[in-house]
T-cell receptor
Framework: GAGVSQSPSNKVTEKGKDVELRCDPI?????LYWYRQRLGQGLEFLIY????????KSGLPSDRFSAERTGESVSTLTIQRTQQEDSAVYLC?????????????????FGSGTRLTVV | AQSVTQLGSHVSVSEGALVLLRCNYS??????LFWYVQYPNQGLQLLLK??????LVKGINGFEAEFKKSETSFHLTKPSAHMSDAAEYFC????????????FGKGTSLLVTP
């Protein structure tokens, strides 16, 4: 597609429920990133996918968080047993190349995010 | 590891006044630095980037930033603020080819008053 598409744009869920967030990157972008943006905080790196390589999960805050990506297409971020501290905007970005090369080259293209509210 | 610190979570300027958003970085290797802008309900958009070429970098919408190694700074400026510049601005750092993801600051919210 023309840009990075994220769905849903807003999600309100009850504490303890599971949620799935979806990211559809730009076609041809091999690298995909998930970030979390809590109110008043910077963007917190969560996970990074590069092609068919093993993802870098070093930013996932707990084992309640997981993400999948099929090849170089759609990615889903799943949060199990949601807690109130999970409330945030979850941003997805993609780039042509891996990590720093993507940043230095064409840059990361961000989606509009999913605003998750856990009540 | 690299990090950036943005001084001032909120900055207010009058329309037509100078915009100055501060960013200081910490990095044990030569950094590459970025400014992103986020308009309400939109994703982040790259304003400009420093990649070890010219220390004064010009970006979109009349913004520019100067890399000052001695001060470990990469402040964002614009000579004359427009109402449309009201947004959240993020400074970010990475270390080039080492494979690190972008590390972002906490952001500065810019308010432009008539």
């Amino acid at each position: 597609g023309a840009g990075v598409s994220q769905s849903p744009s807003n999600k309100v869920t009850e504490k303890g429920k599971d949620v799935e967030l979806r990211c559809d990157p730009i076609s041809g972008h091999t690298a995909l990133y998930w970030y979390r943006q809590r109110l008043g905080q910077g963007l917190e790196f969560l996970i990074y996918f590069q092609g068919n390589s093993a993802p870098d999960k070093s930013g996932l805050p707990s084992d309640r968080f997981s993400a999948e990506r099929t090849g170089e297409s759609v990615s889903t971020l799943t949060i199990q047993r949601t807690q109130q501290e999970d409330s945030a905007v979850y941003l997805c970005a993609s780039s042509l190349n891996r990590r720093s090369q993507g940043a230095l080259g064409n840059g990361y293209t961000f989606g509009s995010g999913t605003r998750l509210t856990v009540v | 590891a690299q990090s950036v610190t943005q001084l001032g979570s909120h900055v207010s300027v009058s329309e037509g006044a100078l915009v100055l958003l501060r960013c200081n970085y910490s990095s044990s290797v030569p950094p590459y630095l970025f400014w992103y802008v986020q308009y309400p309900n939109q994703g982040l958009q790259l304003l400009l980037k420093y990649t070890s070429a010219a220390t004064l970098v010009k970006g979109i919408n009349g913004f520019e930033a100067e890399f000052k190694k001695s001060e470990t700074s990469f402040h964002l400026t614009k000579p004359s603020a427009h109402m449309s510049d009201a947004a959240e601005y993020f400074c970010a750092v990475t270390s080039g080819w080492s494979g690190y993801a972008l590390n972002f600051g906490k952001g500065t919210s810019l308010l432009v008053t008539p």
